[in-house]
């Protein structure tokens, strides 16, 4: 399964590489892990995949609370996050 994040063009002009690579990084780190969870399960419902909905739409529920509610960006996913993730969820019911 693959993520993309649309470039937002609106005026045509000769592609220069360090804008276009700029912007997507810039945008990149920006991504949302919840909303793309989000696009994750809306995808499952739409093929009729509703038990891979359940277990994305759970995990997130559960890395939510992990998060206290705050939005996080796959650039704050890293080993020192994931342990943290790992240490709380036999703290938990899941």
């Known amino acids: ?10 005026k045509v002009h ?3 590489w360090r804008s276009l690579k700029g912007k997507y ?3 990149n780190k920006k991504a949302s892990f919840f909303k793309y969870v ?3 399960v ?3 419902i739409a093929t ?5 909905a359940k277990i994305y739409k759970d995990t997130k529920r559960e890395v939510y609370k992990f998060r206290n509610g705050l939005d996080l960006a796959f650039t704050d996913i890293d080993l ?3 342990k943290s993730l790992e240490n ?6 899941l």
Do not use: C, H, S, W
């Open 25 to 27: 990084r810039n945008e």
């Open 14 to 16: 000769p592609i220069q």
């Open 42 to 44: 809306a995808n499952f």
């Open 48 to 52: 009729g995949r509703v038990g891979n």
């Open 80 to 82: 020192k996050f994931l």
């Open 88 to 93: 709380f969820f036999p703290n938990t019911r």
């Open 1 to 10: 399964m693959t993520y993309t994040i649309p470039l937002k063009l609106t």
């Open 38 to 40: 989000d696009e994750l």
